[in-house]
């Protein structure tokens, strides 16, 4: 079974700074997909980022990028410039295709954004 | 193409009662999956169904809990006989191939 952890319960940034969080995982499959969602308060969760296991470069998507250490099974997320609407509950999920790319969840991370 | 769209999106609820909510996929998804979120917590799979076969239900909680995608587009999930514990967010999410998976925006219930 695959397991997920986030360990920060709370991460606080001053807007336009930058801010990471932090993932790790447990698996015993090699061909995977790692995610990062964003829940606001509204709670749609929307999807972040995306990273393929098989790929060495780390995603990048505007202000969001990732850094996914394979071998020691982490994949942290890095918000650049950070904006009020950056702030949730962000969420990193584990999904494998032999499992019907059915997601496992972290804990969560709430992001915090100062003015 | 709206998204995945769930319905209702509260529902508050008598203990021992029981209800049932709705999702629509993304209309080209042949993947759909429940989840179940409480407070202060990540999403909790519960089962998914590739078209109209159900391939996972092991996670469904107790056999309180059934869920349905009788011709392969929308789904139903039903509690039956409500406890207090059902409490919780009810999110539905959908996907093709290409294996992101795009969620809805819950179907909150309350038992009381």
């Known amino acids: 079974a695959q397991t997920v952890t986030q360990s920060q319960p709370e991460m606080s940034v001053q807007e336009a700074e930058t801010v990471t969080l932090s993932c790790t995982y447990d698996?015993?499959?090699?061909?995977?997909?790692l995610f990062w969602y964003k829940q606001p308060p509204s709670r749609q969760m929307i999807l972040v980022i995306r990273q393929e296991a098989y790929k060495q470069q780390n995603a990048t998507e505007n202000r969001f990028s990732v850094n996914f250490q394979k071998a020691a099974k982490s994949f942290s997320l890095k918000i650049s410039d950070s904006q009020l609407g950056d702030a949730a509950m962000y969420f990193c999920a584990f999904g494998h295709q032999a499992a019907g790319n059915k997601l496992t969840f972290g804990g969560g991370t709430r992001v915090l954004v100062k003015p | 193409d709206t998204g995945v769209s769930q319905d209702p999106r509260h529902k508050i609820t008598k203990r021992g009662q029981n209800v049932t909510f709705r999702c629509d996929p993304i209309?080209?998804?042949?993947?759909l999956y429940w989840y179940r979120q409480t407070l202060g917590q990540g999403p909790e799979f519960l089962t998914y169904f590739q078209n109209e076969a159900q391939l996972e239900k092991s996670r469904l909680l107790s056999d309180r809990f059934s869920a349905e995608r009788p011709k392969g587009s929308f789904s139903t999930l039903e509690i039956q006989r409500t406890e207090q514990g059902d409490s919780a967010m009810y999110l539905c999410a959908s996907s093709s191939a290409g294996n992101t998976i795009y969620f809805g925006e819950g179907s909150w219930l309350t038992v009381v």
């Open positions: 209309s080209e998804h042949n993947r």
């Open positions: 698996t015993s499959e090699s061909d995977y997909y």
